[in-house]
C-alpha cells in the first residue's frame, strides 16, 4: 500500500509574513494552544468527522509549530495521541468479541478487518494535515512519515499490544479458516481473509526510521514470518501429512494420483485467493509463502509416497497396471490381427497425471524415467514366454483339426515374426504415450528407447539375466529371421497372380517391411552379428530357390534383395566382413542369373535338346561353409562315385560344361554340382491327368528312376504306369549314392506323406527301412494341376544330422562374427593410434567404445587381446615408463 505521502492533496503554504506569529498578529507563538487545535481536528478525524474541519487552517497551525522549532513535540505528541486511541479501539473490540453472540472467527476478521481500513483512512487524513511536517523535520531527521507511523503503531500498540492479545487471536483465526476450507467445509470470511493476509504483508515492510520514530518497535520479530508464515506452515505440514495417509489407506495407485491432482488444484487456488501477489516489470507472482506451501505439499503428498504408488503391483494400479494395457495390445494386435479391435483401457488419463506430478518435485523428472525403464524392461521379458504359450496353444488347435503344426521354438520363423512384430508396435505404443501423456518430452522417448534396447538385447544373454527363465533369445538371429520369412513371403506374393492389378499394395507392403526391419535394427547392439546372420540366411534363400533369376519389385522393376541390402548398408554403413560377403554373394546371383540367360539363348539358337537350367554358381570362398563344404561328396574322386546323376540330366551337364568352359572364359576354375540345393520342376502324365510337379533335386533324382526305360513294338517309349516298375530302397540307394539319412527323408516326403504320394510303399509304415518296395502311385490325385512336395521334418535319425549341421551353421556364424570383430577392432585401434600418435590404456578404451557403438560392444578383454595382438605386430608399443601408455609406430 502506498504512503501517504504519494496521495497527497495541494495545500497552499502560509504567506512568509504570518512567521511565528499565533492567531494574532502581535503575541508570541503558542504551541500548546496550537496544540489544542490540532489534537481536537484529530479527535474529529479518529471519529470519523471530518466534514466540518478547515484543512488550511489546520495545515497552517502545524506549518507554523514546526517553524518555531516544535517539530519533534509535535511529531512525539501525535504519535501518543494516535497511540491512544489505537489502544481505546483495541479494548472496544476486545469486549465486542466477548460477547457471547460474537465470539467467531467472522466477527473477528471482520472486526479487524474493519479497524485496519479506517485506522489507514484516519492516517491519511492526519498525514494531510501534517504534510509540512513529514517535508521537513521527518525528512530531515530521518523518521517516518506521519502515515507510516500510523502503520507501526497499529502493529506495536493495537495487535501485539498485551502480549500479542489480539495478534496471536488473528493469526490462530486465519490459519484456522483455512484449514476448514481445506477439509472441504464452506466458508464465509474468504474475503476477510485475504485483506487480513494483506494487513499482515504491509506490517512486515521494513521501514527506513522505524527504531528512531517507535523505539518499542525495536527488536520486534515479523508478525507475518514468525507468527503467521511459521503457524500456516506447521498446521499445513500436519494436514497434509494426514491427508497423504488417508489417502494411502485405500491402497489404490489410480484413485491416489486422481485425489492428490484435486487437493492440489484445489490448495493452489485457495492460495493464489488468499496470498498478496508481487507485482514486477517481468510478471505478477505469489508472495514466498504460497512457494513454502507448495513445497510442503509436494514433498508430502508427492515425493514421500509417489515411489510407493509408482512400484505398487498389478492389483493396487501401479505403473506396471498402467502401461500393461500397451503390452496387452500389442500382443493381441499381432497374434489375433483379424479379431483385434483395440483395448478399450489406455490410462492415458493417470500416465499424463503421474507425469505432471512427478514434475512438480523433479524438473527433470529422473524418478518416473527410471521406474518407466524398469517397468519396460520388466514387461519386455515376459515377451518370450508369452509368444511361445501362444505358438503352443495354436499348435495344439491345429493338432486336433489335423492342420499342420506351429513351430513354437524361439529361432522359428512364427516366433520371430510375433517378437520383433510386438516389440515395434510396442515401442510405438510407448511413444504415442509420450505424445499424449508426457508432454512430447524428448528425455522420456529417449528412456523409453533404451528400456526397449535394454531388454532387446539382454534376451541375447540368456535365462539368468535378471532371473528371467523364459527361453533365450538372439535379436540379431530373429530379426534375420523376420526379414527372412517375409521377403520369401513378398518374393511369392509378387510372382501371384492376386496382385497382378494392385502393384500399390505390394510397394506398401514392401516400404512396411523395410521400415520395421530398420527400426528394430536401430534396436540391435550387436550390428555385426545380425550382418552374420542375414549373411547365412541370403545364402539359403538363394540356393533353395527355384529361380536365380533376381525378383523385381513394383512398376519400377526394382530388385528386392538388391533394395534391402542398399537400405542396410545405410543404417549399418559398408565396412563389416559379413556384409562385404552379402554384397560378393549377391555379385554371384546376378552373374548366375546372367549367365542363366545367356546359357538360355545359347540353347535356343543351336537348337539343342536338353533340360532346361536355372544356373546357381557360388564362390565357394564367400558362400558360408557350412553349406558347401561337403561339395565334394557329390563328385567322383579317388575311382568312388560320389552321387549318380539321371542319364536324362547328364547330357545337359555335361553339355553346360563345355560352354562354361569355352572361350577360356572360367578355364581356372573347376565347376561342382551339388544335388542338395535347388528344386526340379516335373511333368507327370498320371492316367486321370497331368500335373506340374514341382520337388527338391533329390526327391527328383529318384523320380527319375521310375521313367520308362523299355519301348513298345513301334519303339515308342511305353508309358511309365505300363512298366509297373518296383524298385526296393536298396536299389533306389544304390543307384542314385544318396546317403540314407537323406534317402530316407526323401523317400518319407514322397511316399510316406499324406495327400503327396507320388510313389506307394510297400510295407505302407511311417519309417523307411531296408526292403521296403516302392512304385508309381497311378491313383495320385490332387485339386490343384500344380503340386509342390515339400520335404519333410527329419526322422530321429535325421533329426541328429540336422541338429549336427544347425550346430556346424551357428558355429561358422560365430566365427564369421568373432572374425568380423577381430578385424573392426585392429583397424579402430590403428585407425585411432594414427591419429593421437600417443594415449593411455583408459583413453584408447574410450575412443574404441565411441567409435564401436555403432557396430557392436565390445568385451575388455577381447579388446585387451586386439591391443596385445598389435602389439607383437609392432603396430603399436608400451611406454618405457608408463606401462599403462601406448604409442603408435609409423
Not at 478525524?45 to 517539530?71: D, F, M, P, T, W
Not at 539359403?540 to 542396410?568: M, N, P, Q
Not at 567409435?851 to 575388455?860: G, K, S, T, V
Request: with cysteine; glycine share 4%.
Amino acid at each position: 500500500m502506498n504512503s501517504a505521502a504519494s496521495r497527497r492533496t495541494k495545500i497552499r503554504p502560509p504567506r512568509k509574513s504570518i512567521g511565528v506569529s499565533n492567531s494574532t498578529s502581535n503575541g508570541p507563538f503558542d504551541y500548546d494552544l496550537s496544540w489544542q487545535d490540532l489534537a481536537k481536528a484529530i479527535e474529529q478525524i479518529q471519529h470519523k468527522n471530518v466534514s466540518s474541519l478547515l484543512y488550511e487552517q489546520l495545515y497552517r497551525k502545524a506549518y507554523v509549530a514546526v517553524l518555531g522549532k516544535c517539530g519533534e513535540k509535535l511529531y512525539k505528541d501525535v504519535s501518543e495521541l494516535v497511540t491512544k486511541h489505537l489502544l481505546t479501539r483495541r479494548e472496544a473490540v476486545l469486549n465486542l468479541l466477548n460477547g457471547t453472540f460474537t465470539n467467531t472467527n467472522e466477527e473477528l476478521l471482520k472486526a479487524v478487518v474493519q479497524e485496519w481500513t479506517e485506522h489507514l483512512q484516519m492516517m491519511k487524513f492526519i498525514s494531510d494535515v501534517l504534510m509540512y511536517l513529514n517535508r521537513a523535520y521527518v525528512r530531515e531527521n530521518k523518521k517516518l512519515l506521519t502515515y507510516d507511523l500510523g502503520i507501526v503503531l497499529f502493529d506495536v500498540s493495537f495487535l501485539r499490544y498485551n502480549n500479542m492479545e489480539v495478534g496471536s487471536r488473528l493469526i490462530s483465526t486465519v490459519v484456522d479458516e483455512i484449514s476448514k476450507s481445506r477439509s472441504g467445509q464452506v466458508i464465509k470470511t474468504k474475503l476477510y481473509l485475504a485483506q487480513v493476509i494483506a494487513m499482515l504483508e504491509i506490517l512486515l515492510e521494513d521501514r527506513v526510521g522505524t527504531n528512531l520514530s517507535v523505539p518499542s518497535a525495536q527488536g520486534r520479530s515479523s508478525l507475518y514470518h514468525d507468527e503467521f508464515e511459521f503457524q500456516l506452515l506447521s498446521a499445513s505440514e500436519s494436514y497434509f501429512s494426514e491427508l497423504a495417509n488417508n489417502y494411502m489407506s485405500a491402497a489404490n495407485g489410480t484413485k491416489y494420483l486422481h485425489d492428490v491432482q484435486l487437493f492440489i488444484k484445489d490448495e493452489e487456488f485457495r492460495l493464489r485467493s488468499l496470498l498478496p501477489r508481487q507485482e514486477s516489470s517481468e510478471a505478477i507472482t505469489h508472495s514466498d509463502t504460497f512457494s513454502k506451501v507448495k513445497s510442503i505439499m509436494d514433498n508430502t503428498l508427492i515425493k514421500n509416497y509417489i515411489d510407493r504408488v509408482i512400484t505398487y503391483p498389478n492389483e493396487n494400479q501401479g505403473l506396471l497396471f498402467w502401461l500393461e494395457p500397451l503390452l496387452v495390445a500389442s500382443c493381441d494386435a499381432a497374434m489375433s490381427p483379424t479379431m483385434f479391435v483395440g483395448f478399450s483401457r489406455d490410462n492415458i488419463k493417470e500416465l499424463q497425471t503421474l507425469y505432471t506430478l512427478v514434475g512438480r518435485i523433479d524438473a527433470d523428472r529422473n524418478l518416473l524415467k527410471y521406474h518407466l525403464r524398469e517397468t519396460i524392461v520388466a514387461q519386455g521379458s515376459r515377451l518370450t514366454t508369452l509368444i511361445t504359450s501362444h505358438l503352443e496353444q495354436v499348435s495344439a488347435a491345429n493338432a486336433t483339426a489335423g492342420s499342420k503344426k506351429l513351430s513354437s521354438g524361439v529361432n522359428s520363423s512364427s516366433f520371430a515374426v510375433l517378437w520383433v512384430s510386438i516389440i515395434l508396435d510396442y515401442h510405438r505404443r510407448l511413444l504415442n504415450v509420450v505424445q499424449n501423456a508426457f508432454e512430447g518430452d524428448p528425455s522420456v522417448s529417449q528412456t523409453i528407447y533404451g528400456a526397449v534396447r535394454e531388454f532387446v538385447n539382454a534376451s541375447n544373454q540368456g535365462p539368468s539375466k535378471r532371473g528371467s527363465l523364459s527361453p533365450s533369445t538372439n535379436a540379431p538371429e530373429l530379426l534375420s529371421i523376420f526379414m527372412d520369412h517375409h521377403i520369401k513371403s513378398l518374393s511369392k506374393s509378387i510372382g501371384s497372380s492376386k496382385l497382378a492389378t494392385d502393384t500399390n499394395v505390394s510397394v506398401d507392403e514392401l516400404e512396411d517391411f523395410i521400415t520395421k526391419s530398420i527400426s528394430f535394427l536401430t534396436l540391435i547392439k550387436d550390428k555385426d552379428a545380425f550382418e552374420a546372420h542375414y549373411a547365412a540366411h541370403f545364402a539359403k534363400r538363394f540356393l533353395s530357390a527355384k529361380s536365380s533369376h533376381s525378383v523385381s519389385w513394383g512398376l519400377a522393376g526394382t530388385d528386392l534383395e538388391e533394395l534391402i541390402i542398399a537400405k542396410l548398408g545405410d543404417e549399418m554403413g559398408r565396412g563389416g566382413s559379413s556384409f562385404e560377403k552379402i554384397v560378393k554373394m549377391r555379385r554371384d546371383v546376378k552373374l548366375s542369373h546372367d549367365l542363366t540367360s545367356e546359357w538360355k539363348s545359347h540353347v535356343s539358337q543351336n537348337k539343342l535338346d536338353l533340360v532346361e537350367l536355372e544356373l546357381k554358381i557360388c564362390n565357394l570362398s564367400e558362400w558360408p561353409k557350412s553349406m558347401t563344404k561337403d561339395y565334394k561328396n557329390f563328385s567322383n574322386q579317388d575311382g568312388e562315385i560320389g552321387f549318380i546323376w539321371p542319364s536324362v540330366l547328364r547330357k545337359t551337364m555335361r553339355t553346360f560344361e563345355e560352354y562354361w568352359l569355352s572361350e577360356k572364359k572360367n578355364d581356372n576354375k573347376t565347376l561342382y554340382w551339388s544335388p542338395k540345393f535347388g528344386l526340379i520342376d516335373m511333368i507327370i502324365t498320371y492316367p486321370t491327368k497331368t500335373y506340374d510337379i514341382n520337388l527338391s533335386t533329390l526327391a527328383g533324382v529318384i523320380m527319375l528312376l521310375f521313367a520308362p526305360l523299355s519301348t513298345d513294338a513301334l519303339g515308342e517309349p511305353v508309358l511309365a504306369f505300363a512298366e509297373k516298375r518296383v524298385l526296393k530302397y536298396e536299389e533306389i540307394r544304390d543307384l542314385t549314392k544318396i546317403a540314407e539319412p537323406e534317402l530316407k527323408r526323401q523317400l518319407q516326403s514322397i511316399a510316406v506323406a499324406p495327400r503327396l504320394r507320388l510313389l506307394v510303399k510297400s510295407p505302407m509304415t511311417k519309417e523307411v527301412n531296408e526292403g521296403d518296395e516302392f512304385r508309381l502311385n497311378e491313383k495320385f490325385k490332387s485339386p490343384t494341376s500344380k503340386v509342390r512336395v515339400l520335404t519333410v521334418s527329419s526322422s530321429s535319425s535325421r533329426a541328429e544330422s540336422t541338429k549336427a549341421e544347425k550346430q556346424d551353421e551357428e558355429k561358422e556364424v560365430r566365427g564369421n562374427i568373432e572374425e568380423g570383430r577381430k578385424q573392426l577392432l585392429n583397424a579402430a585401434i590403428v585407425r585411432v593410434m594414427k591419429s593421437r600418435q600417443t594415449l593411455s590404456h583408459n583413453e584408447l578404451i574410450e575412443e574404441l567404445l565411441k567409435q564401436l557403438q555403432n557396430r557392436f560392444e565390445p568385451l575388455m578383454t577381447v579388446i585387451k587381446r586386439r591391443i596385445e595382438d598389435l602389439i607383437d605386430k609392432e603396430y603399436l608399443k608400451r611406454d618405457d615408463l608408463e606401462h599403462s601408455v601406448y604409442h603408435y609406430i609409423a
